[in-house]
């Protein structure tokens, strides 16, 4: 009976100790937004006492949210708009760390500069000093990345593997798209809605390469993390087809960001090394639904894959396809 008594006790004050909301603080957010021309701006924040954080996409309105007490770390990066596409103008950053809230109402003002996107926060710094390594025509980008596309990661030990048709490691995805997620995580209090998301444009993967097409990912000025610096949470999608409609699998949800050192597998799926200019990435899709080259019925003046460049060449399963080299003098052209 004591026994039971004493048991009952121990639940009581544990669930009085586990049902305790921790203490909020009402922070107004301001935001300089002189800087900002236009595109799309993202904000992140954490308390990593508590292993509490969010992200979401802001707009040019201040906004009121109630964290938990703490102190708290805020990143915010704006992309300009650019005609490449989304997540690839010209990037404009502040980070704003140890701020600490005990109550009240907390102003965060952000001032927003090229030159604060050079943060090992951000990415990893590309010569040991992270001055001007990004630096191109006066503008800091973070680094340049490029993606492969692997049935397996066992065979990929450094930035010159391959995963091509060749090498019998080729993926099954003909294309794919990096999202960064907003998200909220272990209750970091009250976040107005909505949180949005930014996306890159489709990105091809070239059909007998198993890479993501340069032309589409040179523009890209993606911050990759940096060994989990940060929570830059982003989602790795791939797709059956080249203009990200049919996925393959699950989306890899990376919630640090898709940087780690050389040869470190993420989830077991994804392995970075870093390359001459900038991040060579190798991602793991399912063998289960095999790569094939050659769509199943021909579709009315295209190609079966490919781009008719020498990295990525027109792929002709077809016999219509021969005769668009006949009716086309371009395609006759050294």
């Known amino acids: ?75 915010l990066i704006n992309w300009e708009s650019s005609s490449e596409g989304a997540l690839t103008g010209k990037v404009k950053c502040d980070a704003i760390r140890d701020i600490e809230l005990s109550g009240g109402e907390v102003p965060l003002d952000f001032y927003l500069a090229n030159a604060s996107c050079d943060n090992s926060l951000f990415a ?13 025509g006066g503008e800091y980008r973070f680094p340049q990345v490029g993606f492969n596309n692997c049935d397996r990661l066992d065979s990929v030990v450094d930035n010159t593997s391959t995963c091509n048709t060749v090498s019998g ?30 996306q890159t444009e489709c ?21 990759i993390g940096n060994s989990g610096e940060s929570p830059i949470r ?27 050192p050389d040869n470190v597998a993420l989830r077991g799926a994804l392995k970075s090394f870093r390359g001459t200019n900038g991040y060579n990435f190798f991602i793991t899709s399912s063998s289960s639904n095999p790569f094939e ?9 295209e190609f079966s894959g490919g781009n008719g460049t020498f990295e990525d060449p027109y792929i002709i399963c077809h016999p219509e396809e021969l005769n668009l080299i006949g009716d086309d003098p ?4 050294s």
């Open 1 to 75: 009976m004591f026994k039971c008594k004493s048991l009952a006790i121990l639940f009581m004050i544990l669930f009085i100790s586990c049902s305790q909301e921790a203490p909020k603080t009402e922070a107004q957010f301001t935001l300089n937004f002189s800087a900002i021309a236009g595109g799309e701006t993202m904000l992140w924040a954490e308390n990593r006492a508590l292993g509490a954080s969010f992200a979401r996409v802001v707009t040019n309105e201040a906004f009121e949210m109630e964290l938990v007490n703490g102190k708290w770390d805020f990143y």
């Open 293 to 301: 080259i050659c769509n199943p019925s021909y579709v009315d003046g």
């Open 330 to 333: 371009n395609y006759l052209s």
């Open 124 to 136: 990893p710094a590309f010569l040991s000093d992270n001055t001007s390594s990004g630096v191109t």
């Open 234 to 260: 982003t989602a790795i999608e791939l797709f059956s087809d080249a203009e990200c409609n049919r996925l393959v699998g699950a989306p890899l949800d990376l919630f640090r960001g898709i940087h780690a």
């Open 203 to 223: 990105l091809p993967i070239g059909v007998l390469t198993g890479k993501a097409r340069v032309t589409n990912t040179s523009v890209l000025n993606f911050p």
């Open 169 to 198: 490691n080729r993926g099954n995805a003909s294309s794919m798209r990096l999202t960064l997620i907003s998200f909220d995580e272990n209750a970091p209090g009250e976040i107005p809605l909505p949180y949005g998301r930014l």
